[in-house]
């Protein structure tokens, strides 16, 4: 089994509406040109990358590093998916708080209408929760349970407990796809900040007390997961150029903002299309597309939609909607037959790779590039519906009164 998990900062508040019904709306886009070129089990495995989950929440324009991408990215699929589960094959079960009570009786159900063996699946939610919360005692408590499944009964789980006094959150994910049996001494190392001693009942001496534990009678709680893979976000909130691989930023902008490949036209797919909606179609491409090590650094997948709080930048809801627009009609294009726009969406990636590989980095002032960068994305942003919880973006002003022109 694959148990990976990240540790992020603990970030109170809510999504407003705006932001919320976009966030639900693109993720399921993403989700569904996904299955279309890699399958059900590829979201899957995807969703058990704690780096892909975190990148996939800021390019929707949450917070990069905070608590709130798993709370928000997760409400934003199983609302959007409602009613259309059948037609995707996924299902989402369970949630924050109460809602993570109603997992059992929301799997028996998908049991009913897929004829999945549901019985095994309430038991590897409630294993995947014991492991977590009550064999692993690191301190943090589980408030979130998500369990998605397919209708072959496929399933992952991304769940999140908190540590409120340390002011962080950790989040679990598990695939089933990688289970090949419960294995003693489940980690490879035990990751993240310091945060004084764990009680870890997956050691091989912990066998007597684990059977006591664990409320599992026909699987072997002497044998646990295979790997791990694991974050740890900084509190800080403002995007730094240490959060960021400044190659990969660097030749996604100048994909979109110094070239204009003319095969891309001949798709159609760049027809007006400006440079700052293209810079946020290669991220989202890349959050398709991309292989693992593409994910080392989610806080450049904030530069395709900002962040709700205006880090690096207010929301560009212009840019979000033609970014949903343009992935939409590609995918309803590739419905009927027609895949000139999403191979060229994917073509987006493969450039920005090429690019990436010849692309030379000024050391000397790279930091003072990246601030003029956000600088510059702050500056321009009402000209594209820049929004944050605080309001709308303004144009700026110079001192003599006067709107600045660019």
């Given at each position: 089994?694959?148990?990976?998990y990240?540790?992020?900062?603990?970030h109170?508040?809510r999504?407003?509406r705006?932001l919320?019904?976009?966030?639900?709306?693109l993720g399921i886009?993403?989700?569904e040109?996904?299955?279309?070129?890699?399958?059900?089990?590829?979201f899957?495995?995807?969703?058990?990358?704690?780096l892909?989950f975190?990148?996939f929440?800021?390019?929707?324009?949450?917070?990069w590093?905070s608590?709130?991408?798993?709370t928000?990215v997760?409400?934003?699929?199983?609302?959007?998916?409602s009613?259309?589960?059948?037609?995707?094959?996924?299902y989402?079960c369970?949630?924050?708080?109460k809602?993570?009570?109603?997992?059992?009786?929301?799997?028996?159900?998908?049991g009913?209408?897929t004829?999945?063996?549901?019985e095994?699946?309430?038991?590897?939610?409630r294993l995947s929760?014991?492991?977590d919360n009550?064999?692993?005692?690191?301190g943090?408590?589980?408030?979130?349970?998500?369990f998605v499944?397919?209708?072959?009964?496929?399933?992952?789980v991304?769940?999140?407990?908190?540590k409120g006094?340390?002011?962080?959150?950790?989040?679990?994910?598990?695939h089933s796809?990688?289970?090949?049996e419960y294995?003693?001494?489940p980690h490879?190392?035990?990751?993240g900040s310091?945060?004084?001693?764990?009680?870890?009942?997956t050691?091989?001496?912990?066998?007597?007390?684990?059977?006591?534990?664990?409320?599992?009678?026909?699987?072997?709680?002497d044998?646990?997961?295979?790997?791990?893979r694991?974050i740890?976000?900084p509190?800080?909130h403002?995007?730094?150029?240490?959060?960021?691989d400044?190659?990969?930023l660097?030749?996604?902008?100048?994909?979109?903002?110094?070239?204009?490949?003319?095969?891309f036209e001949s798709?159609?797919?760049?027809?007006?299309?400006g440079?700052?909606?293209?810079?946020?179609?290669?991220?989202?491409?890349?959050?398709?597309h991309?292989?693992?090590?593409r994910f080392?650094?989610p806080?450049?997948?904030s530069?395709?939609?900002?962040g709700?709080?205006?880090h690096?930048?207010?929301?560009?809801?212009?840019?979000?909607?033609?970014?949903i627009?343009?992935?939409?009609s590609?995918?309803?294009?590739?419905?009927?037959?027609?895949?000139d726009?999403?191979?060229a969406?994917?073509?987006?990636?493969?450039?920005?790779?090429?690019?990436?590989?010849?692309f030379?980095?000024?050391e000397e002032?790279?930091?003072r590039?990246f601030d003029?960068?956000?600088?510059?994305?702050?500056?321009e942003?009402?000209?594209?519906?820049?929004?944050?919880?605080?309001?709308?973006?303004?144009?700026p002003?110079?001192?003599?009164?006067q709107?600045?022109?660019?």
């Amino acid at each position: 089994m694959q148990r990976n998990y990240a540790d992020l900062p603990l970030h109170h508040g809510r999504v407003p509406r705006w932001l919320a019904e976009r966030m639900s709306y693109l993720g399921i886009l993403i989700m569904e040109a996904i299955i279309q070129d890699y399958g059900k089990s590829a979201f899957l495995r995807k969703l058990a990358d704690p780096l892909w989950f975190q990148s996939f929440g800021a390019v929707l324009g949450m917070d990069w590093h905070s608590s709130g991408v798993t709370t928000s990215v997760m409400g934003a699929l199983k609302t959007w998916i409602s009613g259309l589960e059948k037609e995707y094959g996924i299902y989402i079960c369970g949630g924050r708080g109460k809602h993570s009570l109603k997992t059992p009786d929301e799997l028996r159900k998908v049991g009913k209408k897929t004829g999945v063996d549901a019985e095994s699946l309430v038991r590897a939610s409630r294993l995947s929760a014991k492991v977590d919360n009550t064999a692993i005692q690191d301190g943090f408590q589980l408030y979130l349970h998500s369990f998605v499944v397919t209708d072959k009964g496929e399933w992952a789980v991304v769940q999140q407990g908190m540590k409120g006094h340390a002011g962080m959150a950790r989040r679990y994910h598990w695939h089933s796809k990688q289970f090949k049996e419960y294995l003693e001494q489940p980690h490879t190392a035990v990751c993240g900040s310091p945060m004084g001693r764990i009680i870890n009942l997956t050691h091989k001496k912990a066998k007597v007390t684990r059977q006591g534990i664990l409320e599992v009678s026909c699987e072997d709680p002497d044998k646990m997961m295979k790997e791990v893979r694991q974050i740890s976000l900084p509190k800080h909130h403002d995007v730094r150029v240490e959060d960021v691989d400044l190659k990969r930023l660097g030749s996604i902008l100048a994909l979109a903002h110094d070239s204009q490949p003319g095969d891309f036209e001949s798709l159609l797919l760049l027809n007006g299309l400006g440079p700052r909606t293209l810079q946020s179609l290669t991220l989202v491409s890349e959050v398709i597309h991309g292989t693992p090590s593409r994910f080392s650094d989610p806080a450049r997948f904030s530069f395709a939609h900002g962040g709700k709080d205006g880090h690096p930048f207010p929301v560009p809801l212009k840019v979000y909607d033609k970014t949903i627009h343009t992935l939409e009609s590609s995918i309803k294009r590739a419905r009927i037959g027609h895949y000139d726009k999403i191979r060229a969406l994917k073509n987006l990636h493969d450039a920005s790779k090429q690019i990436e590989k010849r692309f030379k980095i000024d050391e000397e002032n790279a930091y003072r590039n990246f601030d003029k960068l956000i600088a510059k994305e702050r500056r321009e942003s009402y000209k594209y519906g820049g929004r944050t919880v605080g309001g709308w973006a303004k144009a700026p002003v110079t001192k003599s009164g006067q709107i600045a022109l660019f």
